[in-house]
């Protein structure tokens, strides 16, 4: 999509500082961060929010878990880390590109994301 940052990270035409890519899924820190460790996990492909999560596109969603669980033990998350997605800004989505935040790396608050 033209005009969305996201598009523009995953597609390496503005910088994002990555952890992470693979063929469907791009990985990097929050700009920001609202913990220790604070991820952003997206598929490259433009789907604007879980909303859009249908049976065409779900296999992107099983697979962005899987490098969440990857990306845990890499970055020594495993004593606890926090997945979340904003769906609509009555939820407090601010970008409009499907993206999990995970946030870890230090006792987190109920009040994060
Ligand atoms: P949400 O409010 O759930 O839509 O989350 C959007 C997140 O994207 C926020 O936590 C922002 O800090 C983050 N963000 C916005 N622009 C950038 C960027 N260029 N690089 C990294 N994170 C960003």
């Given at each position: 999509m033209n005009d969305c940052i996201f598009c523009k990270i995953a597609a390496g035409e503005i910088p994002g500082n990555k952890v992470y890519e693979d063929d469907q899924v791009v990985a990097f820190y929050d700009l920001?961060?609202?913990?220790k460790v604070h991820l952003l996990v997206i598929p490259?492909?433009?789907?604007?929010?879980?909303?859009?999560?249908n049976a065409a596109n779900s296999a992107v969603v099983a697979h962005i878990f899987e490098v969440i669980a990857k990306l845990a033990k890499e970055l020594k998350l495993e004593k606890g880390f926090r997945v979340v997605s904003n769906c609509n800004a009555y939820a407090?989505?601010?970008?409009?590109h499907l993206h999990f935040h995970v946030l870890g790396g230090e006792q987190l608050s109920l009040t994060m994301c």
């Amino acid at each position: 999509m033209n005009d969305c940052i996201f598009c523009k990270i995953a597609a390496g035409e503005i910088p994002g500082n990555k952890v992470y890519e693979d063929d469907q899924v791009v990985a990097f820190y929050d700009l920001n961060p609202a913990a220790k460790v604070h991820l952003l996990v997206i598929p490259r492909e433009h789907i604007a929010n879980m909303m859009e999560i249908n049976a065409a596109n779900s296999a992107v969603v099983a697979h962005i878990f899987e490098v969440i669980a990857k990306l845990a033990k890499e970055l020594k998350l495993e004593k606890g880390f926090r997945v979340v997605s904003n769906c609509n800004a009555y939820a407090g989505q601010s970008v409009f590109h499907l993206h999990f935040h995970v946030l870890g790396g230090e006792q987190l608050s109920l009040t994060m994301c």
